[in-house]
């Protein structure tokens, strides 16, 4: 006779010498024993765990004529006719071979005839889910209503591909994977039987390898008994089965845990050169970390893995020094990295790149620590209004009303020495505000100069100083060629014209709507911090508030600024708070610079905010900042702002007393 291999050899033949399943075993016994057996049953479960045995003995117990309590005899007609598989009243169907509806009607047509030599006619359907749908309506009606001889007994690994009108009409079983201690011991046994020697490491090995099934466990050990023999270590089973050393897998998880990626690459690369499959490594790298990460969770949780007491205690010890969120993140990078491995034309590279960012896990800061840090930043120095005034905008800037006039200083008080001019090939005209403190000395008297006329170019910004007035032009007016450098000294009463004579009375309310927005913008947005303080402290990074028809514009530099305000539903809160405050009806817009200012020019490649940029950083007025301890109040492009700076210049130097030649 050929040989029978192990997996064949073990088979059970009792009830009693199937392992890991005593729950469904106890159910059958007790069916037996109280003559209530269904007249349908279907096993369930992953590969190798005994769905065919069961039906088997489940077959032998039915026909057994000489049955100890449950347990077939074993020796009866019957039972050496199953053992045998000669029996003519046992049919065991391949369900994915056998699966059209043909097939089940001639099965049909074998149901009528009464068994030959048993008490029952059994029908055994192996993996029933491959039967096709109109196999599975052709065999409804017998299966809920079988003949008083005949049994149906299923084996399928899947389950929910059979249609419920099937389960609703049988009596279901589901088989469990096997423990790696049940199939330790079994394994075990069996060596003894074969009268081969096994190393425990090695026993652990093949449970591991099994992943809970008992006939690939039995298929390796009989691949390990033909080529060791009598004798078998571990090292034997690791050149037959291709595995990876635990203890490689753990000097390489030691290496990266202690963030010493040359001691990391090493190993690696040493591990490749013996041919091992990377996809193979991070698979046993991977189950380390679980392990290891349990064993970081507690007592409760280390009890779950079936190791050695000593190497739980080693793995306890290694991750002491190390916090959960550490280890969570290195598992989920390799986790990450085997995912990446199946659409890579390199998974050695892959494997490699992991492990360098796996060297940098200590260093991550966790999400949770980050916002206690942010949040407890925001409550020591919150963003102030002094910030959002140092922005630059081609809006109108955040500044004291008290430094708004709505006319343009008097050539009388234009004396101060004024600021190089830019180089004739730049377009960029900075606006420098000095401190209250510092202003230049005086030039000789100038005669007076008319006023530019004022343009409603909204790329220019409102210069008004002296006390809440109005203007005779909407507030985005073209401004004077450059703004003094002094202090401007407020103009008497009686030069103030009368707004009433000259702006009709809806631009004089936008204008005063506007004046009181610049005055008690601070304020807002301490009333809205107390309402909502991220609200609020968003609204200090506003760099221009501008109220034009209505509308309440809040320029910020960037999308990401006020990313927040412009949902729907804060931008609703923030407009109700808006007219609570202002008292006005006012309909807050949100705007960000970046989308105002996207044209390149042609002569510099640069967007305007790029020269903006550009030119704040400019040495020139770095060196006058710091001479005149000065703020940068604005920075006006463009042609028309430099012409209108050459200009001014050319009236300056004509006002200075010509020197004489003598």
Not at 197 to 204: D, G
Not at 462 to 481: H, I, N
Request: aromatic share 4%.
């Amino acid at each position: 006779m050929s040989y029978l291999v192990l997996a064949r050899k073990a088979r059970p033949q009792r009830f009693a010498e199937v392992i890991g399943q005593k729950a469904v075993v106890r159910t059958l016994e007790n069916a037996l024993l109280q003559n209530r057996v269904a007249h349908a049953i279907i096993f369930s479960g992953v590969r190798g765990t005994g769905k065919t045995t069961l039906a088997r003995i489940m077959a032998k117990a039915l026909n057994c004529t000489d049955r100890q309590g449950a347990e077939p005899c074993n020796q009866c007609l019957s039972c050496v006719e199953i053992n045998a598989g000669a029996s003519v009243d046992l049919q065991e169907v391949d369900g994915a071979s056998n699966r059209g509806i043909q097939e089940i009607r001639e099965l049909k047509e074998r149901i009528r005839f009464q068994p030959s030599s048993s008490r029952y006619k059994i029908f055994i359907i192996d993996e029933v889910h491959m039967l096709t749908t109109e196999a599975f309506n052709a065999l409804l009606k017998t299966l809920e209503e079988p003949p008083e001889h005949v049994y149906f007994m299923f084996a399928t690994t899947e389950l929910h591909k059979v249609p419920l009108t099937i389960l609703s009409r049988c009596q279901r079983y589901g088989l469990k994977r096997l423990g790696r201690s049940e199939l330790h011991q079994h394994f075990a046994a069996l060596a003894e039987q074969e009268g081969v020697q096994i190393s425990k490491e090695a026993l652990a090995m093949v449970a591991r390898e099994a992943a809970g099934s008992v006939r690939d466990g039995l298929s390796l050990l009989d691949q390990l008994f033909s080529y060791c023999g009598a004798d078998v270590s571990e090292e034997d089973v690791l050149d037959v089965l291709g595995l990876v050393s635990r203890h490689a897998v753990a000097e390489l998880g030691t290496a990266l845990l202690q963030a010493d990626l040359a001691r990391a690459l090493e190993l690696l690369g040493a591990l490749h050169a013996q041919g091992v499959d990377s996809r193979r490594l991070g698979n046993d790298l991977l189950q380390w970390l679980r392990e290891l990460l349990l064993c970081k969770l507690g007592p409760k949780t280390a009890a779950m893995l079936t190791l050695p007491e000593e190497e739980l205690r080693t793995m306890q010890e290694l991750a002491a020094p190390y916090t959960k969120d550490q280890l969570s993140a290195l598992f989920n990078l390799f986790m990450d990295a085997l995912q990446e491995k199946s659409f890579s034309l390199q998974p050695g590279f892959t494997m490699e790149m992991a492990c360098i960012r796996a060297v940098q896990v200590a260093d991550i800061t966790p999400t949770a620590e980050l916002i206690k840090r942010f949040s407890a930043l925001l409550d020591d120095a919150p963003l102030g209004g002094d910030q959002a005034a140092a922005r630059t905008s081609t809006h109108v800037p955040l500044q004291n009303p008290a430094q708004i006039t709505s006319q343009p200083p008097a050539p009388s008080q234009k004396k101060n020495q004024p600021l190089p001019a830019p180089a004739p090939d730049t377009d960029h005209y900075p606006v420098i505000t000095l401190p209250e403190d510092r202003e230049l000395p005086p030039l000789p008297e100038s005669p007076q100069t008319q006023p530019p006329e004022p343009t409603t170019d909204s790329s220019a910004s409102v210069s008004l100083q002296g006390e809440q007035t109005t203007q005779p032009e909407p507030p985005a007016v073209k401004p004077a060629a450059r703004t003094p450098v002094s202090q401007p000294q407020p103009k008497p009463a009686a030069a103030i014209p009368n707004p009433s004579d000259t702006v009709p009375a809806g631009q004089n309310s936008n204008i005063s709507i506007q004046l009181r927005v610049q005055r008690d913008w601070d304020s807002f947005t301490r009333h809205v911090q107390d309402q909502l303080k991220w609200m609020g402290l968003a609204l200090q990074r506003a760099i221009s508030v501008q109220v034009e028809g209505g509308n309440l514009s809040v320029l910020f530099h960037d999308a990401s600024d006020c990313i927040m305000l412009k949902q729907q539903e804060h931008l609703r809160r923030l407009t109700e708070l808006a007219l609570d405050f202002f008292q006005e009806p006012l309909q807050v817009r949100i705007e960000e610079e970046l989308s105002l200012s996207c044209d390149i020019n042609p002569l510099t490649g640069r967007t305007p905010l790029e020269e903006r940029k550009a030119l704040a950083s400019d040495p020139i007025v770095l060196t006058a900042l710091e001479v005149f301890n000065g703020q940068l109040g604005d920075i006006r492009i463009g042609a028309r702002f430099r012409e209108t700076a050459v200009e001014t210049d050319t009236e300056d130097m004509a006002a200075l007393p010509q020197e004489d030649d003598d």
